[in-house]
C-alpha cells in the first residue's frame, strides 16, 4: 500500500485527507515515480476550492515532484527503472508516496540537482523561465515589474531577472519579504500594505513606468497593473491568488496606452517532449550555475499538507515549499 492526500468535495483545507491506496500500474507511455520529494503550489489550492474543476472525485491533488522512476509502462524508451526524474505537470495526484503520469511529462534530473531543489523549483522555474525567456524575451535592459517578488515564483525571478540584466522591481507585504526580493536581486521593491504601487514605480522609473507587469494575484491588482506600464508595454497575467481577473472591458487597454495583455500557462508553453526538455535545460543550467538557487524555506510532512497549504495562502512562507513523502 501507499499514502496519497485526496480530497472528495471542494472546501478549506479541511476537505484534504491522507488515505492508503494500491499504486497504479503505469499503461502505455507511462511510469510510476516513487516520491522523495513533493513541491507545493497555488494551483493546487485552485483545485481543492473548485476554482479549476478536478476531472472527478474524489481526486488526488498536486502535480509537481521528484524521485525515482520504479515502473515504465509499454512504449516508453527514453525513460528505464532507476531514472532520477523530476515533473511539474500531467495528472492530479503528486501528493503521494508515489505517482503514475506520462512519460512525456518528466525529464531526467542531473546529477548536481537534487531531490528537493527538484520539487521546489519544477513548477516555478519552468514558469520563470516561460515568463521571461518566452512571454517576453528580455533582453536587459528593461524594468520590469513583479508581484509576490518573495514568493516562489517571485523569488527565482529575482535571481533570473538580476542574471539577465533586468531592471525587476518587486512587491511584497513587510520588510522581511522585501529584504528577501533584494537579496534575491530585486531592483527595488514595493511594500503593498503602505505604498501606492503605482506612484512608487512612477517615482523609481522616473515617470517611464514598466516594459512588462508579471501579475499571478489577479483581481485585486488588475487595474494597479496596468496602471504600471508604458504605453504599448505588456501585462502578463499568470495568476488567481485573490480571485480570477473578470468582466473586462478590453476598451480599458486602449484607455491606458495601447497595451498588450497575455494570459499564459506552463502547459500552453511545454506542450511537447522536446520543449519541456529545452525549458528544463536552461532551468538546470541556471542553477548549476549558482545564478538561481532554491530557498526551500519550509518543509512538511506529507500528512501535514493542509496546514502547508493554509501558510501558503495565508502569506506565511516564502521562497519554496516541499511535502517529504
Known amino acids: 500500500m501507499a499514502k496519497r492526500i485526496q480530497f472528495a468535495r471542494t472546501g478549506g483545507s479541511e476537505v484534504l485527507e491522507l488515505v492508503d491506496v494500491t499504486p497504479a500500474e503505469p499503461g502505455p507511455g507511462e511510469v510510476r515515480v516513487a516520491n522523495r520529494s513533493v513541491g507545493l503550489n497555488f494551483i493546487d489550492i485552485y483545485f481543492r476550492t473548485g476554482l479549476y474543476p478536478a476531472p472527478s472525485l474524489p481526486s488526488g491533488l498536486g502535480t509537481e515532484g521528484a524521485g525515482v522512476v520504479e515502473a515504465v509502462g509499454e512504449g516508453v524508451s527514453h525513460l528505464q527503472v532507476g531514472d532520477r526524474v523530476a515533473?511539474?505537470?500531467?495528472?492530479?495526484?503528486?501528493?503521494?508516496?508515489?505517482?503514475?503520469?506520462?512519460?512525456?511529462?518528466?525529464?531526467?534530473?542531473?546529477?548536481?540537482?537534487?531531490?528537493?531543489?527538484?520539487?521546489?523549483?519544477m513548477l516555478k522555474g519552468l514558469t520563470v523561465q516561460y515568463l521571461?525567456?518566452?512571454?517576453?524575451?528580455?533582453?536587459?535592459?528593461?524594468t520590469?515589474?513583479?508581484?509576490?517578488?518573495?514568493?516562489?515564483?517571485?523569488?527565482?525571478?529575482?535571481?533570473?531577472?538580476?542574471?539577465?540584466?533586468?531592471?525587476?522591481?518587486?512587491?511584497?507585504?513587510?520588510?522581511?519579504?522585501?529584504?528577501?526580493?533584494?537579496?534575491?536581486?530585486?531592483?527595488?521593491?514595493i511594500d503593498y500594505t503602505k505604498e501606492s504601487v503605482v506612484e512608487r514605480v512612477r517615482e523609481l522609473t522616473g515617470g517611464e513606468m514598466c516594459d512588462v507587469v508579471y501579475d499571478s494575484v489577479g483581481k485585486d491588482t488588475w487595474e494597479t497593473s496596468l496602471d504600471c506600464l508604458k504605453p504599448r508595454a505588456l501585462m502578463v497575467s499568470f495568476g488567481n491568488a485573490s480571485g480570477p481577473v473578470d468582466g473586462v472591458n478590453i476598451g480599458i487597454l486602449n484607455q491606458k496606452g495601447s497595451l498588450f495583455v497575455t494570459r499564459p500557462s506552463l502547459n500552453g508553453y511545454a506542450d511537447t517532449r522536446e520543449r519541456l526538455k529545452t525549458m528544463a535545460d536552461e532551468l538546470?543550467?541556471?542553477?548549476?550555475?549558482?545564478?538561481?538557487?532554491i530557498d526551500i524555506a519550509q518543509r512538511y510532512p506529507l500528512a501535514e499538507?493542509?496546514?502547508a497549504q493554509d501558510a501558503l495562502q495565508g502569506r506565511r512562507t516564502t521562497g519554496?515549499?516541499?511535502?517529504?513523502?
Open 144 to 189: 520590469i515589474l513583479f508581484h509576490a517578488a518573495a514568493g516562489g515564483v517571485g523569488s527565482i525571478a529575482c535571481q533570473w531577472a538580476r542574471a539577465l540584466g533586468v531592471k525587476l522591481i518587486g512587491t511584497v507585504s513587510s520588510p522581511e519579504k522585501a529584504a528577501l526580493a533584494e537579496k534575491n536581486g530585486a531592483w527595488a521593491t
Open 305 to 307: 499538507a493542509g496546514e
Open 320 to 325: 519554496s515549499t516541499i511535502l517529504i513523502p
Open 284 to 293: 538546470f543550467a541556471m542553477l548549476e550555475s549558482g545564478k538561481v538557487r
Open 87 to 121: 515533473y511539474a505537470q500531467g495528472p492530479l495526484g503528486a501528493y503521494a508516496d508515489c505517482h503514475v503520469l506520462p512519460a512525456d511529462k518528466a525529464v531526467v534530473l542531473p546529477e548536481a540537482v537534487d531531490f528537493e531543489t527538484a520539487a521546489g523549483c
Open 132 to 142: 521571461l525567456r518566452q512571454t517576453c524575451p528580455l533582453k536587459g535592459g528593461e
